[in-house]
């Protein structure tokens, strides 16, 4: 960030007050304590022991390592439309600069039973959107055959 704007951050003490700016919680709170009893403390001028001193604190924010966690986790429930899955997925895929491969794969880990069940019987898709296009029209057969096996069994369809 301060190399891209090396006329806006020539001084440390111009990258402090940027960082200070993302502050929050209990790190805006040490912060505002040590500027209340250590006013002369360097990490106020000194951009390295402030990044240094909130780092040993502080777990470093990692947006990439957050979605990956995220992603690991997700799990298409069997009630959820898998549009409205893939859009989640895909939001935090984005964060990860993951390649289609990869995405693919924890696209196909995240799947239901159903899903999966129709998959081992159709040919595989060779792209990632082959795979989802594929995907919702096993989807949206599903939600069918659902809506017409309740609307059979519901007593509106009772003569």
Known sequence: MFQGKPHTFTF????????IFYLQGIALDHYTAILHFNPGHPLFTNCQVFVNKFSFKFEVYDTVTKAERKLASF???TNKCFTAFVIQLEKEAYKTGWNYNALRFQLSKALPKHI???????LKQPTYEGFKKLITQIDQ???????????????????
């Open 12 to 19: 440390n003490q111009a990258r402090v007050a940027f960082a």
């Open 75 to 77: 799990r298409m429930s």
């Open 116 to 122: 999966h069940n129709v998959l081992r019987l159709v």
């Open 141 to 159: 057969c599903h939600w069918e055959d659902s809506s017409a096996s309740l609307a059979m069994h519901s007593h509106w369809n009772v003569p």
